[in-house]
């Protein structure tokens, strides 16, 4: 049976054909429109060079408007994009497959621990359920192969640093400090049977505090000196000035090789300069390097790439280059080394043999050489006599997985210094384009004690220079009267953001005083206000900071998580700015208004006033009309109502009579 026909002369088939035509061309439109969509994502993640993906620019401008009347000089005012990464791929992938954990907020406080890999932690947990591992000081198979990996471990640490395992060894320890408390106690221990009794110690005023702890250990009122500038320390290797040191005695000179205040990072010169320029005076003076904070961002072969001028000691801290484990390390110039073989103190592995009925003496591992059962002869490792009790033997497996894996991420210590070097760069420039509208500076950024590079335009150069400036930036905020905001409410505002970064004197005493241009007198002042270090302490005593605040980035930092914590800044500090302030006149007219607008609920009472400087009494009595206060009258004679004289004062502000 034929379809009817349309009014147009179409039947309801060719009609109803055309419609099923429609409807599949749209749907084919619309599957081909989200396949071209998923496709253009996929390419966003995998081709850095696709013209469809937004720029790094578009990205901050749409994710973070309030950046967008913010300049960021680089060159030719270009921003940052993913074609400029140096690692393998971009960094924004490489937080998508490993540091999702980060997805929960933007983590600027690497100089404390950066973050782990996902890939490490998996790793490590397959070994630990795959294989068996005893204690090495045992001599079963288990034993044995805990004791190998930490040996293969222990070697992999050392050329992945750029330190021969000829020339260097590596204790481990917990952290740094322990590290840094090894080599005082060894000193201490010597220093015994020295004339003077002790040792001379010297340490530069960036020193971190486990640095400076070390002088508690000498005797003496000039057995230490803490250098107040990197041109005292010149003039001591110069032998322009002593400072107490006596010549050819036993000492010990310690310093950062990069402050972990604010990044600032010293000369590796010095060590090289006192090991071949020991006259008399320094030729038993020996260099404790703390790398703590170098090492986190940069290649430490340029430490260690010539054994006749690297430091006779240097300490890092693996979990703040790798996330994790949680151990440190101590690595020994081996022609220098046997200083600590010769401390008192000896715990379980690290001897040979003790006596302990009739005279007492032992046989320290770190100095023996003897003779295997099967006729092969041993040398001692310094690390064997060094290493107190049963090594964090999981903890060194971990270790080897975490080289491993940051390897495959970013390919090279070099890699991570190029990425980082521009992420400072990006923030210090943004941070110093913020003015509040009188002209202000929002931040106050700090380089170093002996010049103001914020002001004098040196920054611009400093920061990205990876020779001189590490990815740690040390400042506090203004408000826009020029008073300082407190380093406290800063990271508390920043952390409710879901921003972390640090605040305080950062465990660095003589750089944050140093930084905030303190003298002695007025760091007295502020503890006898009260003032200590902690989250508790004073942010600002006598309109002055006592500490400020740290931003630090990591090998995964990204240019997103810069540009978030620029518009925080902006957004909490510099869009708000302080309210127009009122003249005393205007203040006092408004609070005169404000008295009489509460007339319709005052109370009447009688009181005695102050006229022109003089107090009117007896039978002068004026009625002045009082709005309702907490704070209580009082009953006078006859039963007239007399003001405390608080609210006198109070109220005699607000008006005349």
């Not at 590596?170 to 840094?180: H, P, Q, R």
Request: a neutral charge; proline letters at 4%.
């Amino acid at each position: 049976m034929p379809f009817p026909m349309t009014p147009s002369g179409h039947s309801f088939r060719s009609s109803h054909r055309a419609i099923i035509i429609v409807l599949f061309t749209m749907s084919r439109l619309n599957f081909l429109s989200r396949l071209s969509k998923k496709g253009r994502e996929r390419r966003h993640v995998t081709t850095m060079r696709d013209s469809t993906r937004k720029s790094s620019e578009e990205k901050t401008s749409s994710e973070y408007p309030a950046l967008s009347s913010i300049n960021f000089p680089f060159s030719g005012n270009k921003r940052l994009t993913l074609t400029e990464s140096p690692y393998n791929k971009p960094v924004e992938m490489i937080r998508k497959e490993e540091y999702s954990h980060m997805n929960d907020g933007i983590y600027l406080d690497h100089s404390g621990t950066t973050i782990y890999a996902q890939s490490t932690v998996e790793r490590f947990a397959h070994k630990m359920r795959t294989n068996l591992y005893g204690n090495p000081h045992s001599a079963n198979e288990p034993a044995k192969f805990s004791g190998d990996m930490v040996d293969s471990v222990r070697e992999k640490t050392l050329r992945s640093l750029g330190a021969d395992p000829r020339h260097f060894d590596l204790v481990f320890v917990a952290n740094a400090t322990a590290a840094i408390k090894l080599v005082a106690d060894c000193f201490r221990d010597l220093a015994e049977q020295t004339r003077a009794g002790s040792f001379w110690y010297g340490y530069h005023r960036d020193a971190h505090t486990s640095l400076v702890g070390v002088r508690e250990l000498t005797k003496g009122p000039q057995s230490h000196k803490c250098f107040e500038s990197d041109a005292e320390v010149e003039g001591w290797i110069e032998g322009r000035n002593t400072f107490g040191q006596q010549p050819g005695g036993l000492a010990l000179f310690a310093y950062p090789g990069q402050s972990n205040l604010t990044g600032r990072r010293l000369p590796l010169t010095w060590t090289g300069r006192i090991r071949h320029e020991r006259t008399k005076r320094l030729r038993n003076t020996y260099t404790l390097l703390d790398a703590a904070a170098l090492a986190m961002t940069s290649p430490m072969s340029y430490v260690f790439e010539d054994p006749d001028t690297a430091p006779d000691f240097t300490c890092v801290s693996f979990y703040k280059i790798f996330g994790f484990p949680d151990v440190g390390g101590l690595i020994v110039r081996r022609d220098s080394g046997h200083i600590l073989a010769l401390r008192k103190y000896f715990g379980g592995g690290t001897v040979s043999l003790v006596s302990t009925i009739g005279s007492a003496w032992h046989v320290s591992k770190g100095l023996e050489a003897y003779t295997h059962e099967d006729g092969s002869g041993h040398v001692g490792g310094l690390h064997e006599g060094l290493e107190d009790g049963t090594l964090p033997f999981h903890s060194i497996l971990a270790l080897g997985e975490a080289i491993d894996v940051h390897k495959e991420l970013f390919g090279s210590m070099e890699n991570v210094s190029a990425h980082t070097s521009m992420l400072v760069k990006r923030l210090y420039q943004g941070m110093k384009a913020m003015r509040y509208e009188n002209g202000q500076q929002l931040c106050k950024v700090y380089h170093s004690g002996d010049e103001d590079i914020w002001e004098n335009g040196e920054g611009d150069r400093v920061y990205g220079d990876a020779m001189v400036q590490g990815a740690t930036m040390a400042f506090n905020v203004f408000r826009e009267d020029g008073t300082y905001e407190s380093y406290a409410m800063v990271e508390k505002m920043a952390n409710d953001r879901g921003i972390y970064v640090r605040s305080g004197g950062v465990c660095n005493p003589g750089g944050v005083y140093t930084a905030l241009q303190y003298e002695p007198w007025q760091l007295n002042r502020a503890k006898s206000a009260g003032h200590h270090c902690g989250s508790n302490g004073l942010s600002v005593n006598n309109e002055l900071p006592t500490g400020v605040v740290r931003a630090s980035l990591g090998a995964m930092s990204t240019a997103q998580d810069v540009d978030a914590f620029l518009d925080f800044l902006k957004k909490d500090f510099l869009d708000k700015g302080l309210p127009a302030k009122k003249s005393n006149i205007k203040r006092k007219r408004q609070q005169t208004q404000n008295l009489f607008d509460s007339l319709s609920s005052a109370a009447m009472a009688t009181a005695s006033v102050t006229v022109n400087g003089g107090t009117e009494t007896g039978a002068v009595t004026s009625t002045v009309i009082l709005p309702p206060s907490p704070t209580p009258t009082s009953v006078g004679e006859e039963g007239a109502a007399t003001m405390k004289p608080k609210v006198l004062k109070r109220v005699g502000s607000a008006i005349s009579v």
